[in-house]
Structures are given as structure tokens and as C-alpha cells.
């Protein structure tokens, strides 16, 4: 959900947020989607093992923000050959390492 909906501000044409206001993240707005990306996933982690009576294994809840962390990853990126090297090793469909590099 948090996905689509940064993909679609940074292809909604002319009016978009981006082509009137520039980056929509800058080298600080990376650093803090990846900082609270993390907390969430160990608020939800915590929540899991505490609820569980059993060891939860938390490498399946991780495994499921991993789209989301490699985007926070891509705005993290500064140069355009640092975009092309993590493009051969990302998960992200190619499509959407574009859309997420637009946000840059």
C-alpha cells in the first residue's frame, strides 16, 4: 500500500507533487523512511515473540517488508552508476526501480 502509493505520485503526469516541487526524498527523507521502516519491523517483531508462547520466527515477518526495504535502500542511493550497479542484485522489478528512482 505505501508502495503503490509513492509509485503513483511520481507518475501522475504534470500536476504531480514532483514536477511542481522537485525530489519528493532527499538524502534526510531516505535516512528516516529507512529508520522507521526498521522500528516498525522490530515493534512488529517484538509484538510477535511477546504474543506467541512458542519462539516466533521472525525471518518470515522480515521477509515480507523486504519490498519496502529495498525501495528505502534505492532512495538511498546517490549516483546513477550506484543505480545501475544495485539494479542487477535488487528484487525490485525493473519497472519498479524506475518508479522509485523518479522520487530521487
Same mark, same amino acid.
Given at each position: 500500500?505505501?508502495?503503490?502509493? /509513492? ?7 504534470? *500536476? *504531480?507533487?514532483? *514536477? ?10 531516505? /535516512?528516516?523512511?529507512?529508520? $522507521?521502516?526498521? /522500528? ?6 517484538? =509484538? ?17 517488508? $523486504? $519490498? /519496502? ?7 538511498? =542511493?546517490?549516483?546513477? @552508476?550506484?543505480?545501475? @550497479?544495485? $539494479? ?8 519498479? =526501480? ?7
Amino acid at each position: 500500500l505505501v508502495l503503490c502509493s /509513492l509509485w503513483s505520485s511520481s507518475s501522475s503526469g504534470p *500536476s *504531480s507533487y514532483q *514536477s511542481n516541487q522537485g525530489k519528493q526524498f532527499t538524502d534526510w527523507g531516505s /535516512l528516516l523512511l529507512s529508520k $522507521q521502516i526498521r /522500528l516498525l519491523q522490530n515493534f512488529l517483531c517484538g =509484538l510477535l515473540a511477546a504474543a506467541s508462547e512458542e519462539s516466533y520466527n521472525t525471518a518470515s515477518l522480515i521477509e515480507q517488508w $523486504q $519490498q /519496502l526495504s529495498q525501495v528505502s535502500l534505492c532512495l538511498g =542511493l546517490d549516483s546513477v @552508476s550506484d543505480w545501475y @550497479s544495485y $539494479q542487477s542484485t535488487s528484487s525490485l522489478s525493473p519497472e519498479e =526501480l524506475g518508479k522509485t528512482f523518479k522520487l530521487r
